[in-house]
């Protein structure tokens, strides 16, 4: 077992008595207290769980549900080269697939590109957050996907910012 592993590694005078060596404490506690910090209570701001609220009450921060089998998209024109598109998101419960595109209309009609390819992620622990230089003017749509699931809406909270690439220097 475990304890058989440990004393592989640690001799057994080493090893407290609780993990099965035969160290104790002066006054024979097989737990080592006077030498060992068995830890206490965690600060919250160092838990690793969602909190949805924390963030959505962040400046600049939208909510919306998305429907089970539906996309949200959110449009922005882009009218300065080499400027930057920032997103953070986070979604409730479950995962959400996340996309970028790009367009561009002319007199042959609308060219569609796809920048950052459809691929589901989960929000578990925080925010996700990217961003992307644009090299061409247009329309970028940032497109959050809930059409696979069958059965589950998404409540989704985001942001969105631009600016140009001088800001960021």
């Not at 990217?130 to 003017?137: A, E, I």
Request: net charge negative; proline share 4%.
């Amino acid at each position: 077992g475990w304890k058989e592993e440990l004393l592989r590694t640690i001799d057994a005078d080493v090893l407290p008595a609780c993990l099965g060596g035969t160290r104790t404490d002066p006054d024979g506690n097989p737990q080592c207290n006077t030498f060992i910090n068995w830890g206490g209570t965690v600060p919250q701001q160092y838990y690793l769980t969602k909190n949805i609220e924390k963030f959505a009450k962040k400046e600049g921060v939208k909510r919306v549900l998305i429907p089970r089998q539906s996309k949200f998209e959110v449009k922005i024109e882009i009218t300065e080269l080499d400027s930057i598109i920032e997103w953070e998101y986070e979604v409730k419960r479950h995962d959400i697939g996340f996309q970028v595109i790009w367009e561009e209309s002319n007199d042959s009609g609308t060219e569609i590109t796809d920048l950052i390819p459809m691929h589901k992620f989960e929000t578990e622990l925080e925010p996700l957050k990217g961003m992307l230089k644009c090299k061409k003017l247009g329309i970028y749509t940032i497109v959050f996907d809930n059409t696979y699931s069958w059965f589950y809406s998404k409540e989704l909270c985001y942001r969105t910012r631009v600016t140009n690439a001088k800001e960021k220097d």
